[in-house]
């Protein structure tokens, strides 16, 4: 079914945000983002205030991605849409839309994974970004997951290593809460930890054996140091915000930095690529790169605005997916788990 010009239109609403993209092929024509800053009172996300802002922004929000693209709606050659994981309520609506308006236009409609997504970002033709060649290893980090995966082709990945427990953007997100930062609290550990000293608290690392995580050990250990030390002296975070931030982020990223060098023994593979909003963190871009550095690996950061959620890179999944006539019939139905 290709033709020179694909013209994928992609939906995410898989947490708060309410996303939406044009892809030409693997180009990205628009790529437009709602965001809900409702949820900043409540310091984490509401199910059911988020899926009603997604049904208030979904509209708009396609409609600006089509119009910036400087196209029509009967130009589109498909519609791929996020399936899960997220909250069912967000979902729904993404799904609904996707399904009326594929069905409206008669072109086919493409389910996607979101976690397939954060990988593929990579495949989105960005000047300046080179794309990784299959095998490769992507180490996906973002507020619901924490997975090493081998990624052997487009639509053939194999998780290898994962979180037991919490993954690593609640423990950024906790960490923060306890440290009486407001919501969303990761890129605020991220920003006082440029000013710190990572070595002025060594936290330890959990002992989980071969590939796997385990961070929620990690957060109690937080937590217990930083109420000790408040009990001792009431202004202990003012004053030391910075070296605690510094130390946080210091043992999050030896953590992953010690896994992927063991995925990388493991299966003899030196592409490494970093997904999931997490991997914005310029501590642990920072470190990916020095570590490639020292062991020759190649290492491939996205571009910034697609480290979070948006639909960019569900729209490169969709134009592989109509490359291969991957297409969904309007029974499927959105999953709040789903298999990888």
């Known amino acids: 079914m290709y033709n020179k010009s694909t013209y994928i239109l992609a939906i995410e609403s898989s947490c708060d945000d309410t996303a939406a993209a044009i892809l030409c092929n693997d180009k990205v024509l628009s790529n437009e983002v709602a965001r809900q800053s409702i949820h900043e009172e409540y310091g984490g996300v509401v199910p059911e205030l988020a899926s009603r802002a997604h049904q208030q922004n979904i509209v708009p929000v396609i409609d600006v991605a089509i119009k910036k693209a400087g196209i029509t709606k009967e130009q589109l050659s498909a519609i791929a849409f996020t399936q899960g994981p997220g909250l069912m309520g967000s979902l729904l609506v993404g799904s609904s839309f996707a399904k009326s308006m594929a069905m409206a236009l008669e072109i086919p409609l493409i389910a996607v994974n979101h976690m397939h997504a954060h990988i593929l970002a990579h495949f989105i033709d960005e000047e300046g970004f080179d794309k990784p ?3 490769f290893l992507a180490l996906t980090i973002s507020g619901g997951h924490t997975q090493i995966v081998k ?30 930062l407001p919501y969303p609290g990761g890129p605020l550990i991220d920003k006082y930890a440029k000013l710190g000293n990572p070595k002025a608290y060594p936290f ?3 002992k989980v054996d071969g590939l796997d995580f385990s961070f929620s050990g990690l957060k109690t250990q937080i937590l217990y140091f930083v109420q000790k030390n408040v009990k001792e002296n009431p202004n202990f975070i ?14 999050i990223i030896k953590i992953l930095m010690e ?16 997904g999931g909003g997490v991997s914005a963190n310029s501590g642990i871009r920072s470190a990916l790169k020095e570590t490639e550095a020292k ?19 569900i729209g490169i999944v ?16 959105s999953k709040a788990r789903i298999e990888f």
């Open 295 to 313: 062991y020759g690996w190649k290492t491939f950061i996205p571009k910034f605005e697609y480290t979070t959620d948006n639909a960019a890179m």
């Open 151 to 180: 990624v052997n082709s487009f639509f053939n990945m194999e998780i290898i290593g994962e979180t037991t427990d919490d993954a690593v953007g609640e423990a950024f997100d906790k960490s923060a809460k306890i440290l009486g």
């Open 133 to 135: 060649e299959f095998p």
């Open 318 to 333: 969709g134009y592989h997916k109509y490359l291969e006539n991957h297409f969904s019939t309007a029974s499927v139905v």
């Open 204 to 206: 330890t690392k959990p």
């Open 238 to 251: 003012e004053e030391h915000l910075n070296d605690i931030c510094a130390s946080i982020q210091h043992i």
């Open 259 to 274: 896994k992927v060098k063991m995925a990388v023994e493991q299966t003899g593979i030196t592409q490494i690529a970093i």
